[in-house]
């Protein structure tokens, strides 16, 4: 293992990346040599294995056929694999709307429990910054739980700028 | 003009309305007799009436292009018409991003200041979560602006629900 704690172990090619996990795709750091991480915009996910993640971060279920007309409409869904040849494992999520010009906002961010503590969700974010940017938005949103408030701050996410402050309405 | 100061004084016909004012076009109630307003989902907006409209609420130009672009990609865009049966005046305005079924985010509020005050602005708001509930979006969001933050607290939307606080990011 690395030093400092972020190494490529295994380093797949391009071509590999591309089949695999689709346009756009590339790797993430990890954190051992035994690991290798992919984030993908548009590898097929497993509605299941995506609300056993959200499930397992501490966010309640959402019926099925919602969450796939939810991510039909989304502008940008990120997802990151621990990779295998055969059977990659959704380990890492994060889904943005928004028109993709003014304005973007993430939601459902999420790191396995196992996978936390390594810095992965700081590369979630880095990634999905950075594809929203190419994309030619100029402001990102998000809306941030009190436990990760501090993780947003440091990454240098403003809060409440000018004073603004986020207002919910639950049409049921 | 009536004691409640809210009527509809000209009333138009339904095929009046949607031939002007497009498909889910509906009459606004208005402060006075002289005055017919009209909420449409489809009528094209002139962008430099529209920019205009939001430069006299107090917020910064926005090249056109990149206004038309994000009007494209939004979920819903609804504007308040003074009716005349030659050249309607937009004298309102807001627009939504989001999936429409899990989130949807809402922008550019706006009510020219000639006609602030009369209960427009909730009566905006009403149209739009109606739309949305149509659409079968769940919870609605927005940033409120120090200035308006009770206006949006007076009917009846949670201010950071469960200690939410927002986030934002510039990209450039």
Redesign the interface.
């Known amino acids: 293992m690395s030093s400092k704690g972020l190494i490529s172990s295994c380093s797949l090619t391009p071509e590999l990346l591309e089949q695999a996990y689709g346009l756009g795709a590339r790797q993430c750091p990890s954190p051992n040599e035994q690991l290798t991480l992919v984030f993908s915009q548009s590898r097929a996910l497993d509605l299941v294995e995506l609300e056993q993640l959200l499930e397992a971060v501490g966010w309640s279920r959402?019926p099925l056929r919602?969450?796939r007309?939810?991510?039909?409409?989304?502008?940008l869904k990120v997802s990151l694999w621990r990779h295998d040849s055969r059977m990659p494992r959704l380990v890492g999520f994060a889904r943005c709307?928004?028109?993709?010009?003014?304005?973007?906002?993430v939601?459902d961010v999420a790191i396995h429990p196992l996978y936390q503590g390594a810095g992965l969700g700081k590369h979630l974010m880095d990634y999905i910054?950075e594809a929203?940017?190419d994309l030619?938005?100029?402001?990102?949103?998000?809306?941030?739980?009190?436990g990760v408030?501090s993780f947003?701050?440091r990454q240098?996410?403003?809060?409440?700028?000018?004073?603004?402050?986020?207002?919910?309405?639950?049409?049921?």
Do not use: K, N, Q
């Open positions: 959402r919602r969450v007309r939810a991510l039909d409409h989304s502008l709307t928004g028109d993709g010009i003014i304005d973007a906002t939601w910054l929203l940017r030619g938005t100029e402001r990102v949103t998000l809306f941030a739980d009190p408030i947003y701050e240098g996410w403003l809060l409440e700028p000018g004073g603004h402050r986020c207002a919910f309405w639950y049409t049921s």
